[in-house]
């Protein structure tokens, strides 16, 4: 099962958004930050082509920071995973 690795994410966010990948911290709020539901449905389709679990929107909307997505995408078996 294919993970995204957070420089990844953090990378397609900020295209998605227009900001720089270092204005995109964990907790920032990327509803506020520009991220609305078409962008985000796009970031959606992309990840899920690629085969990440955890890539959906209802989740990602519902939480829409970097640390909630990572989490969200991390394997169930994962160390971190709760």
Known sequence: MPTM???QVTADIAEAT????EEI?????LR???LDSI???SLVE?????G???ADF?????APTLGAWLAAFAPADAPDAA
């Not at 227009?18 to 990948?21: C, S, Y």
């Not at 992309?46 to 690629?50: E, G, H, S, T």
């Not at 209802?58 to 519902?62: D, E, I, R, W, Y």
């Open 5 to 7: 690795s957070r420089e």
């Open 52 to 54: 990440v679990e955890g």
């Open 25 to 29: 911290g964990e907790t920032t709020n």
């Open 58 to 62: 209802v989740t990602l909307a519902s």
């Open 18 to 21: 227009g900001l720089r990948p």
């Open 46 to 50: 992309k990840w899920r082509a690629a």
């Open 39 to 41: 962008r985000l449905m």
């Open 32 to 34: 506020d930050a520009g």
